[in-house]
Every structure is written in structure tokens, then in C-alpha cells.
């Protein structure tokens, strides 16, 4: 197949095209009019990079960008900012990408969205969150990723519904892999550092700055999603069978949060966590938000849209998309961070990767692709 990868220079992304041209797929790997091609990615006889503006005003870049492909990948999308810039960057895009593919007769749509956009006020502690899951309905109280995010897939309903699309939606837990462990969603920093400035940044918990982070659910489990097993449940969704269905994807057995704390804590410095059980974080915050009473050091964002987004105790499930997919993730939590400390693989607390991680599957794609050429 001939498939477009917008978003093509992120994890994700690079993780992704290298999965496709594993599968013998021809790939043309769309990046931003401000983006370069990865460095650390290897010219390849099957892969095409391409620089487009979809918001450019005549919208013939993506029109001619679209042509001929047999299928789309959606993988860009505006993590931070401003909300004009998640407009424009998530929905306005994806409507000009739309527009680009009716014009072109292309059908075909994977969509990466994410598993924020469901309603965790509505569920309960140790709920199962599955694709029958409520979305999120108030867009008020949500921050703009999310807002941005379910108006990315109504537009894809309206793309199926109006257009005769064949539309996919994946939505990913968190991302990590050797390079990137550290996740936002393992604590709050709120202390003050040596130097007597707040730490307010998730990434300077993994520094020396750092003297303690607030670990609230400790024992709540962490609904991660390895780089490169998102990239296989992304080529295993071009499948037919796939068309109009909705994916959860996270690997198997999760960890709790203090168990993937203490596991990368031997890899990479990391602040020393304050264990806040759920049921004193709620407490916490009614006494914060309701009650008008602050105390001492406690996470100033501490607010219930956060704290059930972000912290609610639940249950994640895969089970749809292995059953329809065929997908199964292969690594384990474990295996990945015993690998990262074996190999002394440099930790980037969250920052962009500066070497591929997927060094290795890049080279596997090339030898698929000469033994294919040469049989």
C-alpha cells in the first residue's frame, strides 16, 4: 500500500514508518514546512519525505500530497499552547486533510486521538475503561488537548457519515520506550528546590533540582503504551476489518505507579516521591478548592478534573483491539527497563529522543527490503 504518516518525525511517528516499511508498505512521510528529516533515519528505496503546510490558503500541498495514497496515518497533532494553536494545529489540519482526501477519493484514515478524552468524572474507582466508555461531554473543564482532540474525531465521524469514509480511531495510553520513562502522570512536583524556586515543570522531577514529588494512587495502575507497540497496532488497523471501529491500546500487565517509580528510580535520577493514597488526594482537594483552605507545599494545581483524569485508580483494557487486530504487545514493562539498564541508555526525562530509539528496527526494514527486492 501506499500510505501518507503525517506526524512522521515524532516517536510515534518514526516508529510507525519503520513498522510500515517492515510490512513492505511504500511510504511518503509527511512533516511540517518547519520540520527536517530525522537525521538518525537512514534513506530507504520505499520511503518519501515530504514538507507539508495543510493550512496553507489554496490547500494544494496536501490535495497533492494525498494523491494516489491508498490510506493515511494521522499522527500529527499540538501537545501544548495556547487554544489557537491546538485548533489549528489538531482540527483545522485534520479538516484540511479531510478535504484533501475527498478531493482525491481517498477513503482510508487511521487517527491517532488518546485515551483523555473520556469522561473520568464519571467513572468510578477500579472501573474498567473500555471503548464503551463515556466521553468527556463538559469540553470546558478539560484542557485544550482534549477539547481539540474529540472535536478531531468528530470530524472524522463526519468524514464517514457525509463522505464515505473508512475511518480508524486509535487512542494510546502513555508513550515510552529506552529513551523516554518518565511519565507526567507518575506524581506532581510542588517543593521547592535548592535554590528556592518552584518546581513546576513534570521533567524537572527527574533532575537533581527536584527533592520530593507528590506520587498520588500509588497503587493506581499506569495505562502505558511501548513506541513501538503503538506502531503495530497502527499498520494492523489498515486491516478491512478494522473500518469504523474505535481501539483503547495499552500493553499488558500494567504497572502501579510506585512500581514503575522504583524500577526507573535504578536508571535515571528521579525526585524521591510522597505517596498521596486517592482517597486523601480527593480530601485534599476538597479542602484546596471547596473549602478555600491551602496548606503547606500541596500541588498548587490540584483540582478534581486533574486529579480523575490523571490519577483515578481504574482498569485499562486491550482486549479489543488483540481480538480484532490480532495485535499482541511483545515487551513488557520489565523487559524494556531491564534493557535501558543493561545497555546504560541515556534518559531524556520526557525531551525529544536525540537518537532514535528504533535504530535497530530501521535496519530490520532494510533487510525485509532487500530480501523482498532479491526474491
Known amino acids: ?26 511510504v511518503y512521510a509527511a512533516l511540517s514546512p518547519t520540520e527536517t528529516q530525522p537525521s538518525n533515519l537512514s534513506p530507504h528505496p520505499q520511503l518519501t519525505w515530504l514538507n507539508i503546510d495543510w493550512l496553507e490558503e489554496s490547500g494544494q500541498e496536501g ?6 495514497m491508498d490510506a493515511v496515518i494521522h499522527l500529527d497533532e499540538v501537545t501544548s499552547g495556547p487554544f489557537e494553536r491546538h485548533y489549528l494545529g489538531t482540527v483545522q489540519t485534520t479538516e484540511r486533510l479531510i478535504q484533501a482526501m475527498v478531493r482525491n477519493q481517498v477513503r482510508r484514515l487511521i487517527l491517532m486521538s488518546s485515551l ?13 475503561l473500555d471503548e464503551t466508555s463515556p466521553l468527556e461531554s463538559a469540553l470546558e473543564t478539560r484542557p485544550h488537548y482534549v477539547q481539540t482532540k474529540l472535536m478531531q474525531e468528530a470530524l472524522l465521524c463526519s468524514f464517514s457519515d457525509c463522505w464515505g469514509g473508512q475511518a480508524t480511531i486509535l487512542r494510546p495510553g502513555f508513550n515510552y520506550n529506552q529513551r523516554q520513562l518518565w511519565q507526567p502522570i507518575l506524581g506532581l512536583a510542588r517543593e521547592l528546590s535548592s535554590a528556592g524556586q518552584t518546581i513546576t515543570d513534570t521533567a ?8 520530593r514529588h507528590w506520587q498520588i494512587s500509588p497503587q493506581g495502575s499506569l495505562p502505558l503504551l511501548h513506541t513501538e507497540h503503538f506502531a ?10 478494522a473500518i469504523g471501529e474505535t481501539f483503547n491500546l495499552v500493553d499488558d500487565d500494567l504497572p502501579s505507579r510506585i512500581d514503575y517509580n522504583k524500577a526507573i528510580a535504578k536508571i535515571m535520577p528521579t525526585a524521591q516521591p510522597i505517596p498521596v493514597p486517592w482517597v486523601i ?3 485534599l482537594e476538597r479542602l484546596q478548592q471547596r473549602m478555600g483552605i491551602s496548606l503547606p507545599r500541596l500541588p498548587r494545581s ?7 483524569a490523571s490519577f483515578k485508580p481504574l482498569r485499562y483494557s486491550n482486549i479489543k483491539a488483540k ?21 546504560g541508555t541515556e534518559q531524556t526525562a520526557g525531551h525529544p529522543d536525540q537518537v532514535s530509539p528504533y535504530h535497530n528496527a530501521w535496519i530490520r526494514s532494510e533487510e525485509a527490503f532487500i530480501r523482498l527486492r532479491d526474491s
Open 1 to 26: 500500500m501506499k500510505l501518507l504518516i503525517t506526524g512522521a518525525a515524532s516517536p510515534r511517528g518514526q516508529a510507525t514508518l519503520v513498522a510500515a516499511l517492515a510490512q513492505g508498505h511504500s
Open 63 to 68: 490535495i497533492t500530497a494525498v494523491k494516489g
Open 116 to 128: 483523555a478524552v473520556y469522561d473520568y468524572e464519571k467513572l468510578v474507582t477500579d472501573q474498567l
Open 204 to 211: 524537572d522531577i527527574c533532575t537533581s533540582q527536584a527533592k
Open 232 to 241: 503495530q497496532a497502527a499498520i494492523a488497523a489498515l486491516q478491512p476489518i
Open 281 to 283: 488526594a480527593q480530601v
Open 302 to 308: 490540584l483540582d478534581r478534573q486533574e486529579l480523575n
Open 323 to 343: 481480538r480484532i487486530l490480532h495485535w499482541q504487545p511483545e515487551m513488557t514493562w520489565r523487559t524494556v527497563l531491564q534493557q535501558t539498564e543493561n545497555s
